[in-house]
């Protein structure tokens, strides 16, 4: 027996997350690859570079999120200011 249409389909959170969920992501992606650049270069493709660079990057990490959830609303307002806003069809 097939699983319906239905069951296949994901389900997706409530749109009022969308104020933390792209901070999140957006956190997670960029401390990511920052912290992996910053510490290949200090420690380069050694051994040290893998022990070292989950740590740095979850150190990043926990200083991100919380900053671009501050920020992001002043972002916005910069953005709006600077960018011309779509005109309506």
């Known amino acids: ?7 296949r389909t994901r389900r997706k959170l409530p749109a009022r997350y969308a104020a933390v969920v792209m901070p999140l992501t957006l956190s997670v ?7 992996a ?3 290949l270069k200090s420690l380069g493709p050694t051994q040290a570079f893998i022990a070292t660079w989950p740590a740095a ?3 990043s990490w926990l200083v991100a999120f919380p900053t671009l959830l501050a920020v992001l609303p002043l972002v916005r307002r910069i ?5 011309e806003a779509p005109k309506p069809n």
Do not use: D, G
């Open 1 to 7: 027996m097939k699983p319906s249409a239905e069951r």
């Open 29 to 35: 992606l960029m401390t990511f690859v920052v912290s």
């Open 37 to 39: 650049i910053a510490t």
């Open 57 to 59: 990057w979850a150190i």
């Open 79 to 83: 953005v709006a200011l600077v960018v």
